[in-house]
């Protein structure tokens, strides 16, 4: 038997449909052909497995310690996804009857690794072939599954996405329960959650509030001229603006802004009245090509812009537009472009347009069918392509109000690829009057072509053309009539709001110093996948980080509180950088992804013993210094970081080495040696404040130094402390 293995059901109803018949349905597959020549076809629905939880490996783990941390399987192991256990074990059936397997998931890295773990989960022991499909149209499919490839050639992939998948365990399981457990023990409540993906997204925001925040208005000055030339036929009179010279850099800003208001009087007086030459001259007609079909970020940041629609709403209603109604494709796509065969198809998808969208119907009436834009590129297609209204002519249901929308986007990006281009006069002018430079500028869209298909905003649509230059020729003289200068003030960078945010996280190389860094980012999807990043915010607004202050996106004071005592390492989005820059070698069969896990190890050792920052979460380690050592490693019991002797009004005490932010403070003793031996303090097994040693009714024992916060208890023996398995007394108790 020869099983098919596509990704979703979708790609396995288009192999199917591609094979020769009769079809059998079967739950879970679909059977082609008869006979010995019978193929069966089946599919994953997204992963069918994840990485298992830690208590799978220690059952210690599954309780959140920090005595516990680091926690680093020797051996990884998968576990069936709930909501997948049925279709497992129907693809396990399969597999074990299978002579050969074709791969069938999409072409990309989580595409090749989704397929090939539940293939190495079943135990296969038959060849596997590949094939690589990313156009559902019958004549690609077919000519697709008639040339496999062996999937040994793709094992590099696979062990990038594994390396990747890895990766973000460790990170986010280890930093999570790092900094939750270090946030309890100073009181805080809730799960302070760390990733590769959603902390550089709250550092973003974060970093957003504090610029606005610490935003101090400064005045600037625009200085323009009205002008006009003085031969008999150009008369008419223009505006021009100065153009800051090298010459003034010092009064300018980094948007060469004039900040000095004498200066700018000056300048106004100098050229006030005098004659000037024009020195440059430009006038084009500059043409537009329409914009490509929508990506699923294109529609959630567009939805966002034009109707307030938050990026998981926006996904929603795609996903119901491409389930339920079967109106639009495949939504969770990072792709722009089209297959070409599907420009066949336009004439039956316009149609469509008119009957879905009848506030449509004249603009597909208008389309021009002959035309070809550049979104119809097989090599710019990629596991998925642009998302595009299908040929269905009528939705299961009446849409609502929000479907409507996102199909109507949807749609004008389509019929836009078969609209003419755009057509802007543009003009500009300059000027010397002088010492000063000046330049004026004309725009105004002369065609509009595919641009009445946009929606715009009404304060967008307010906006009027420039005004028409007199057409000069270079050296033509020119006099300056008036001079005005208007004084204004710098303003600081908007909130984020849902279509802005998403924006940054799609283009985050922007947000990246680094030169090399930032052409990686440039080159990879941003920040999260197209399928992720909605359920990245959704994440980030449960988990407390953000909230929502009307159509604004801010941090909270728990977000805020986080980036804070997080490295720029964590915070900044450059970590995705690197990282893709190691798993594109291992892509290629150059890097090692064992190195690449066990560097990440290190690192993230090194987080977790690291000292507090100021008003940190506390280390896992015992910290280090001078201060750390003149009391035993003893921890302030409100902050938990390192506490050091001092001399009182009552004599000599613990304070914490955090004062005055800090006044946490102890008695001497508790749990620091007073006879000058070494003896460091022992942790509380419970909350990890030193035991101090007692003398009760019954004798001595060992108990918190937290009392009453904390009523842990130990035994002693000998004058020291017994511990949980440490023999031969019984275990630790907690007093009531």
């Not at 799978?56 to 680091?70: E, V």
Request: net charge positive; aromatic share 8%.
């Amino acid at each position: 038997m020869r099983l098919f293995i596509a990704e979703k059901p979708s790609l396995g109803r288009a192999i199917a449909a591609a094979l020769p018949g009769p079809m059998e349905k079967g739950p879970g597959w679909l059977r082609c052909g008869s006979g010995d020549e019978a193929v069966v076809v089946s599919w994953c629905i997204g992963h069918l497995l994840e990485p298992a939880e830690p208590g799978f490996y220690d059952p210690r783990w599954q309780r959140w310690q920090l005595a516990d941390l680091p926690i680093f399987p020797d051996r990884w192991a998968l576990s069936p996804r709930d909501t997948a256990r049925t279709q497992l074990k129907v693809l396990e059936g399969l597999i074990r009857k299978a002579e050969v397997i074709v791969h069938a998931g999409d072409p990309d890295r989580e595409g090749q690794l989704l397929v090939d773990e539940v293939i190495l989960h079943a135990g296969a022991k038959c060849p596997v072939e590949r094939v690589l499909i990313n156009d559902l149209t019958p004549q690609a499919v077919a000519r697709a599954i008639s040339n496999p490839i062996d999937n040994r050639q793709f094992r590099h992939l696979s062990h990038s996405a594994l390396a990747r998948q890895r990766a973000d365990w460790l990170f986010g399981i280890n930093l999570t329960r790092f900094c939750t457990l270090s946030y309890r023990q100073q009181g805080e409540k809730g799960v302070y959650s760390v990733g590769r993906v959603q902390t550089p997204v709250l550092g973003l925001v974060v970093t957003r509030d504090a610029t606005i925040a610490n935003f101090t208005p400064r005045p600037y000055f625009r200085l323009s001229i009205t002008c006009h030339a003085t031969d008999a036929e150009n008369q008419e009179p223009f505006q021009a603006r100065w153009v800051a010279d090298e010459a003034y850099r010092h009064h300018l800003d980094e948007e060469d802004r004039l900040l000095d208001g004498d200066t700018a009087r000056q300048i106004a007086a100098e050229v006030e009245g005098r004659p000037g030459t024009v020195t440059e001259v430009r006038f084009r007609d500059r043409k537009e090509p329409p914009p490509l079909p929508l990506s699923l970020s294109v529609l959630q940041i567009e939805a966002g812009r034009l109707y307030q629609m938050g990026a998981k709403e926006v996904l929603d209603i795609a996903q119901n537009l491409y389930e339920k109604h079967q109106l639009i494709t495949y939504p969770r796509s990072d792709c722009r472009y089209l297959p070409e065969g599907h420009f066949e198809q336009r004439q039956g998808v316009v149609s469509a347009i008119g009957k879905v969208a009848t506030d449509l119907l004249e603009a597909t009436a208008q389309a021009d069918l002959d035309l070809r834009s550049a979104a119809w590129n097989d090599k710019k297609v990629d596991a998925h392509h642009g998302i595009i209204p299908t040929s269905r002519a009528r939705p299961a249901t009446r849409l609502s109000q929000g479907e409507a929308c996102v199909y109507d986007l949807v749609s004008r990006y389509y019929l836009m690829q078969f609209s003419p281009e755009a057509i802007h006069r543009e003009g500009r002018l300059g000027l010397t009057i002088g010492e000063h430079r000046f330049r004026a500028s004309e725009t105004a869209v002369f065609s509009a072509g595919w641009k009445t298909l946009e929606i715009r905003l009404r304060e967008a649509r307010e906006t009027p053309d420039k005004r028409a230059l007199p057409r000069l020729v270079k050296g033509d003289p020119v006099l300056c009539d008036t001079a005005d200068l208007k004084e204004r003030l710098t303003q600081p960078p908007h909130y984020f709001t849902d279509a802005t945010l998403l924006s940054a996280m799609t283009n985050i190389a922007r947000f990246v110093s680094d030169a090399e860094l930032r052409k990686t980012l440039r080159d990879t999807d941003g920040l999260g996948t197209e399928a992720t990043r909605a359920s990245v915010l959704e994440t980030l607004f449960r988990r407390d980080y953000l909230r929502r202050d009307g159509r604004f996106i801010k941090a909270t004071e728990k977000g805020h509180g986080l980036i804070a005592v997080l490295p720029d390492s964590i915070s900044q989005p450059d970590r995705t950088a690197r990282w893709e820059m190691t798993l594109e070698q291992i892509r290629r069969g150059e890097g090692d992804p064992r190195q690449f896990l066990a560097d990440l190890k290190s690192e993230i050792l090194s987080f977790l013993q690291r000292p507090a920052r100021q008003a940190g979460p506390a280390p896992v380690s015992s910290p280090a210094g001078p201060e750390a050592e003149s009391a035993g490693s003893v921890h302030c019991p409100k902050c938990r970081s390192p506490m050091r002797q001092r001399t009182g009004k009552y004599g000599d005490f613990l304070a914490c080495t955090r004062y005055p932010d800090c006044n946490g403070t102890r008695p001497l003793g508790e749990g620091v040696p007073t006879d000058g031996s070494s003896q460091k303090p022992v942790p509380c097994p419970h909350c990890y404040s030193p035991l101090v040693r007692r003398e009760g009714k019954k004798g001595w024992f060992w108990g918190c130094s937290s009392y009453p916060g904390c009523r842990q208890t130990v035994d002693d023996h000998e004058g020291k402390p017994v511990l949980p398995g440490n023999l031969p007394l019984r275990k630790a108790t907690k007093r009531h």
